[in-house]
């Protein structure tokens, strides 16, 4: 068995594990490069693999960094199933078309501005080829045993976000562990993922391998934000991720109003894309903590904003109000319109509510820039930032050690960590070195591993 460490490694984004056997090749995980310019340059780049003889890709969820590099497969020939949760399936259907837009409208941009070292810009991929690959998924449940060629896997679900998954191989004689990204045991709305089986090889994600989680309640802190902004009679502006964390926000905020810890003051999800999302959640309630009167009231207390008309129209709500827009970095969607609008006022905050990869407008935003270029117009930026660490949905060093020591791995077992910025892949190297037996070593860009 041979693994290739095609993305994910030395980064947080990217993540593509092509895992071949003498019979059979499959992909784990087909995820976009995002952030640096130099790291979104390699989604351009040609995979050293043969498309034509790959047999199955494998999702563990359905975030961008790990699936949204399927329409680029399928753009170039790939005609195999796509083997994921139901619940990714769903979610991949509007997260790929949106990105496939998303695509198609920055090469518009480019070609009508006459940026770019080429002269006609094309998009990666565009909302057709996005749209086209969701004939491959072929969606399973947790636990439920796959074959594909010699290589059999089932899923097992890992927190994080809906449908979120560690993969389990079992090939050669050997079982290799795909962590995917490791959920939280205390998540406002998932479950604890479930500890690992005996295993050969793990690869396991380090987005917070040198980082350790707040203990503050998040429902008061977030309490505490909004109260702050109320009696400024300000605005609080969340760039929320549509899936996962815009739910968890608007779950927070009906149960803060429903308490009366917070005065119902008018929210805002301004995000097509979120209010699909959300539906989804309460489609599959029985995946998370909420029920369905819980999902009913998170989707019914919040003023969900569909048309480009109506989120213009919040501009003339009278202050105190808080507006949820795409994306969680802010590196688009319709919380930049939001930014332009109101940065420049005191009485503006701004709350990040998860990680921030490295050269993002949040990470710079949250580094204490003076200025946010938004749409080639620089915009003075005199609002307050805050950061709610508390409700990441990834595992801190010390829960991905508990959730190792929970599974049922020897002693020895050799770890390959994966997807994580070098400080906090080398920091996590060293805490599980010194404090438990395995055997831990750290990814390579494009390098091979065999089992």
Known sequence: MKITFLGGTETVTGSKF????????????????????????????????DIEKLDAVLLTHAHLDHSGYLPVLYKHGFRGPVYTHHATKDLCRILLADSGHIHEE?????????????EQSEPLYDRQNA???????????????VEVGDIRFYLQPAGHILGAASIIVEAEGKHVGFSGDVGRFHDVLMRPPRPLPALDLLLMESTYGNRQHEKQDPFEELAEIVNQVANHGGVLLIPAFAVGRA?????MLATLMEEKRIPRIPVYLDSPMAIQVSDIFCQYHEQHRLNA????????DIIYIRTVDESKAIEKQAFPHIILAGSGMATGGRILHHFKRLLSSPKT????????????????????????????EWIPLRASIKMLSSLSGHADYLELTQWLQQSALAKKTPIQLIHGDPEALEALRVHLQEQTKFTVDVAGYWSILRL
């Open 18 to 49: 092509l895992l071949e056997t003498e019979r059979t090749s499959v992909l784990i995980d087909c995820g976009l490069f995002q952030g640096y310019k130099w790291l979104r340059e390699r989604n351009w780049q040609t995979l050293p693999m």
């Open 106 to 118: 920055d090469a518009r941009y480019y070609n009508k501005h006459h940026l770019g070292k080429h």
């Open 293 to 300: 009167d819980e999902c009913h009231r998170m989707c019914n």
């Open 247 to 251: 739910q968890a926000l608007q779950h």
């Open 131 to 145: 749209e086209d690959c969701m004939a491959l998924f072929q969606p399973v449940d947790f636990d439920e045993p």
């Open 349 to 376: 905050t701004v709350l990040f509510t998860g990680y921030q990869a490295g050269g993002t407008r949040g990470a710079k935003m949250l580094a204490g820039v003076e200025t946010v270029k938004i749409h080639g």
